[in-house]
């Protein structure tokens, strides 16, 4: 059975990392002690974060929204600064798990557990998020998108652990949307989910769009390019429909349990449409 410690300062997590190397950080542990009952592996330690301060709140701060990774999804959902300046995150948020995975899970995890299926993780590669990252030697801020380098890898190395995360508050005029596909209307882990961030002028008219898939690739997919091709059409169905045929042209789905590469393919070229569903 594993020792549970908890700390109150980054330095004693270090401290309990230097001397049991195997240590597993806690946050939640919605996905890590599935896991750890799944396959049967105990760390010798678990540590949890939720006694550290400045690991959990929501602040706006230099034109930047700062989470804590130990902000839950409820957080998430109840924070009038989330659902005033990053509407997709909210939408993102609503259809997460269950309500007691809600109250327990945290952004930290779930972005540290690093599933191209993540609910959270497609808001946070549209909206540009930024993770911090703390060691006992140095502090770095790096894209969300370089943090995570495949199903289950980040970018985490040693002593380093995740201690917040930075995401540019967008302008204002953007819309965020949310918008996924699972097995069954509730509590199911998405076959395809896509977040969108679009700024549309008076006359419909395309200013900027953004587009982040999940499920479809290792990891959260967003093409640039294509993004870039958008501005200056008209918004409507049109549009949306060939958005949902370019990305499932550039999409690289798998086929697993849940759904085969051609489904999750198809599945992408309608979704866009969706987003007219209010």
């Known amino acids: 059975m594993s020792e549970v410690a908890l700390p109150a300062s980054l330095e004693e997590v270090y401290a309990i990392r230097k001397r049991e190397p195997g240590a597993a950080v806690l946050a939640g542990g919605t996905d890590l002690l599935v896991r750890m009952r799944a396959d049967g592996k105990k760390p010798p330690?678990?540590?949890?974060?939720?006694?550290?301060?400045?690991?959990?709140?929501?602040?706006?701060?230099?034109?930047?929204?700062?989470?804590?990774?130990?902000?839950?999804?409820?957080?998430?959902?109840?924070?009038?600064?989330?659902?005033k300046h990053l509407a997709v995150m909210h939408e993102a948020a609503q259809v997460l798990g269950s309500p007691?995975?809600?109250?327990?899970?945290?952004?930290?995890?779930?972005?540290?557990?690093?599933?191209?299926?993540?609910?959270?993780?497609?808001?946070?590669?549209?909206?540009?998020?930024?993770?911090?990252?703390?060691?006992?030697?140095k502090k770095r801020v790096v894209p969300i998108a370089t943090f995570i380098t495949g199903p289950g890898r980040t970018i985490l190395t040693g002593q380093e652990i995740l201690t917040g995360i930075r995401i540019p508050v967008p302008d204002p005029g953007y819309q965020g949307f949310y918008r996924k596909v699972g097995q069954r209307r509730a509590l199911a882990i998405s076959i395809v989910s896509m977040a969108a961030?679009?700024?549309?002028?008076?006359?419909?008219?395309?200013?900027?769009?953004?587009?982040?898939?999940?499920s479809v690739g290792p990891v959260v997919m967003r093409f640039p390019d294509v993004e870039s091709s958008f501005a200056g059409r008209t918004f409507g169905p049109a549009l949306l429909a060939d958005v949902g045929r370019q990305y499932s042209?550039?999409?690289?789905?798998?086929?697993?349990?849940?759904?085969?590469?051609?489904?999750?393919?198809?599945?992408?070229?309608?979704?866009?449409?969706?987003?007219?569903?209010?």
Request: glycine share 8%; hydrophobic share 45%; charged share 20%.
């Open 45 to 83: 330690v678990l540590i949890g974060l939720e006694r550290i301060p400045g690991l959990s709140g929501i602040a706006i701060q230099d034109g930047a929204v700062r989470i804590g990774p130990m902000v839950t999804h409820q957080n998430l959902l109840d924070s009038p600064v989330i659902r």
């Open 100 to 137: 007691p995975v809600r109250h327990m899970g945290t952004i930290g995890g779930n972005i540290c557990t690093a599933s191209p299926a993540g609910d959270l993780l497609p808001a946070l590669y549209v909206l540009d998020a930024e993770v911090e990252i703390s060691s006992p030697a």
């Open 197 to 214: 961030l679009l700024m549309v002028s008076p006359d419909k008219t395309v200013r900027s769009a953004r587009f982040a898939w999940g």
């Open 249 to 278: 042209e550039r999409i690289q789905p798998i086929s697993d349990i849940r759904a085969s590469a051609s489904y999750r393919k198809m599945v992408a070229a309608g979704l866009p449409l969706k987003i007219l569903e209010q």
